[in-house]
Nanobody, 126 residues
Framework: QVQLVESGGGLVQAGGSLTLSCAAS????????MGWFRQAPGNEREFVAA????????YYVDSVKGRFTISRDNAKNTLFLQMNSLRPEDTAVYYC???????????????????WGQGTLVTVSS
């Protein structure tokens, strides 16, 4: 089993940038398809982005396309989410998630995944 710890959240003005990190430990990181989800107050959890095991394939929710970039460093067991042109509606707790040997489509559904991080808060002020 893999354990996940997010970091990098904080307060930023609209139009600014943040990079989130998700450090993995335990089972071999490269066996996991990885993704980011977010949950704003009063809202359901929402899929944000996913990346396949070797980093060669990515997928984004429409609302972040062109602004967010997901990447991974399998040598350092770390997942990243570079967030640019942030908007107040991006305010949420961001979670990383892992699914062993899964397709991106499975991870996007957010059900029966192998591990979740504890979340990191991103607040975008207007």
């Amino acid at each position: 089993q893999v354990q996940l710890v997010e970091s990098g959240g904080g307060l930023v003005q609209a139009g600014g940038s943040l990079t989130l990190s998700c450090a993995a430990s335990g089972r071999t990181f490269s066996t996991y398809t990885m993704g980011w989800f977010r949950q704003a107050p009063g809202n359901e959890r929402e899929f944000v982005a996913a990346i396949n095991r070797n980093g060669g394939g990515t997928y984004y929710v429409d609302s972040v396309k062109g602004r967010f970039t997901i990447s991974r460093d399998n040598a350092k067991n770390t997942l990243f989410l570079q967030m640019n042109s942030l908007r107040p509606e991006d305010t949420a707790v961001y979670y990383c998630a892992a699914a062993a040997y899964a397709t991106i489509a499975k991870l996007e559904r957010g059900n029966s995944l192998d591990a979740w991080g504890q979340g990191t808060l991103v607040t975008v002020s207007s």
